[in-house]
């Protein structure tokens, strides 16, 4: 190799070394500013203040246009904050009033009705579910029994129904399926279905238990769902502002953005008891007090439901699964009941800690509110225990990878591109029109395959949001489009053969 060539080559390495060297400077920083605030000695204005300075700062980081938090504190709501807005074209701002979707908190409040019917004699909660469906019936595969299936299992994600992780919606105008549709997998992404484990072995989460659940409601009361949920559960509850209806147009409705900052409609649900609810931070607050022993001061249960039918839909039934939530074990022998919930443009959680009757409302209208809602809460649970929760380790250690896997991608394109100017400079590539052998069909081929799978990311990602790119990822799916358009490009300058000596 001739020094000119050496000293171009050791040029394109020291640029792409540079270029690493700033792409992980860019990291390094974002990893700092996410340091998440606590202070042990439990100064409820300090945290407050610390969301206030914090909380902005993620949502520019992360793209998240609007966040509503609550924080209850010894069973009263001390704080409802507000930041960005609930529409950002029109500049509208966050308030007390702005509704957004609650994904799979949902399920936490269907709960509540099916609980109420137990209440009432309607059902027991370890009735067959086949009991109370005259129409459509659970089966099974592999010689189980769908008879042995109960209410409870359903509630608490132990029946033996596969993975189900949760439903994409219907853009409006666009037809709902029906129940049966829905669990028959009848169009969408849904899949029918069967029991396909033994009920009551193992805690598998599965939005299709409640959408069975629905089912339930709807025979055992003769009511469609979202009314009956209004009138004997949300009413109740003081929940004025919150609805599972679909049709229905919320004027105090946020608009929803996806990854880019686009966006995205107001998906409606067959599927309300998974995923259907839309609420604000006020009426998730009552739940959680509703939901706490407040001595004299009032009831457990709200007057809707008995402590003990409280008591036990907080009683863990197989692992951290509770009836319509979770139990998680603290620091300090505390114990947090949650539920978060995801929907495509949303991002929610709502927790409560019963020995100190302190708890967490987050409601966003971004996909890219997922890493800002944990962050708020792994913020909150440092506050009420001294110490960080175990996933926040978890959490942290695979941004810090993503982002190591990111510029691994950066410093690879840059040698790739350096490379190629170099070689095209150097007479070794040139475009395909004078290249002595026009190879035409690979360009062909090679341009169809980058724009096919370029094109289905571009899809998933944008178009249809429904990849996860939280925690970094959005950064390595956008390397990983720039290098389909790097190849696609450089496709056209292929390599000339060298010269015969």
């Known amino acids: ?13 020291q640029f792409s070394l540079l270029l690493g060297c700033i792409i992980g400077s860019l990291n390094v920083n974002g990893a700092a500013a996410m340091t998440v605030p606590g202070d042990a000695a439990r100064n409820l204005e300090d945290f407050k203040t610390q969301l206030d300075d914090q909380i902005p700062k993620w949502q520019k980081k992360y793209g998240v246009p609007g966040v509503a938090v609550g924080i209850v504190h010894d069973g009263e709501l001390v704080y409802q904050l507000n930041y960005g807005y609930a529409d950002q074209d029109k500049r509208l701002p966050v308030t007390d009033q702005t509704v957004f979707q609650a994904g799979s908190i949902s399920k936490s409040i269907t709960a509540w009705g099916i609980l109420h019917l137990a209440d009432q004699g309607v059902l027991s909660l370890d009735d067959p579910v086949n009991k109370h469906l005259s129409g459509w019936q659970l089966q099974a595969s592999d010689g189980l029994d769908p008879d042995k299936v109960t209410i409870r299992q359903l509630l608490s994600h132990t029946a033996g129904l596969p993975a189900h992780r949760g439903y994409l919606g219907v853009a409006p105008g666009k037809r709902l399926p029906t129940l049966e549709e829905s669990l028959s997998g009848e169009g969408g992404y849904n ?30 009361t003769g009511l469609p769902f979202a009314r009956y949920m209004d009138e004997e559960v949300l009413k109740p509850l003081k929940m004025a502002s919150s609805t599972f209806q679909q049709d229905t147009d919320i004027p105090e409705m946020a608009k929803t953005y996806g990854y880019f900052g686009q966006v995205l409609p107001d998906y409606r649900f067959a599927e309300q008891a998974a995923a259907g609810l839309r609420t604000n931070v006020a009426d998730l607050v009552n739940v959680l007090l509703a939901s706490m022993d407040q001595g004299e001061r009032k009831p457990l249960g709200g007057g809707l439901l008995p402590t003990p039918l409280i008591n036990e839909m907080h009683t863990p039934v197989l692992g951290e699964n509770g009836l319509g939530v979770f139990v998680r074990k603290l620091p300090q022998n505390l114990s947090l009941i949650y539920h978060d919930g995801s929907n495509r443009g949303w991002h929610s ?16 209208n971004s996909q890219n509110g997922v890493d800002l809602r944990q962050n708020i809460y792994t913020a909150w649970l440092k506050y009420e225990t001294g110490e960080f929760p175990e996933s926040y380790y978890a959490i942290k250690q695979m941004r810090e990878t993503n982002d190591m896997i990111a510029m691994a991608l950066g410093i690879a394109l840059g040698a790739y591109g350096l490379v190629f100017i170099w070689r095209l400079r150097g007479g070794r590539r040139g475009f395909i029109v004078i290249h002595p ?54 496709g056209w300058f292929p390599k000339k053969p060298k010269p015969i000596a």
């Open 437 to 490: 052998k026009k190879p035409y069909i690979r360009l062909a081929l090679r341009s169809l395959l980058l724009l096919l799978t370029g094109s289905a990311l571009l899809c998933a990602g944008y178009v249809w949001s429904v990849l996860s790119l939280y925690s970094g990822y959005k950064t390595i799916y956008l390397w990983v489009l720039v290098w389909h358009a790097a190849l696609l490009i450089t």
């Open 1 to 13: 190799m001739d020094k000119k060539k050496t000293t171009g080559l050791k040029k394109a390495l």
């Open 191 to 220: 899949k029918p279905v069967t029991l396909t484990n033994p009920p009551g072995e193992e805690a598998v989460y599965s939005g299709a238990g409640y959408t069975l659940l629905q089912l339930v409601i709807e025979e055992a």
């Open 349 to 364: 959680f709502y927790g409560w800690i019963p020995a100190t009757r302190d708890g967490l409302v987050i409601l966003t």
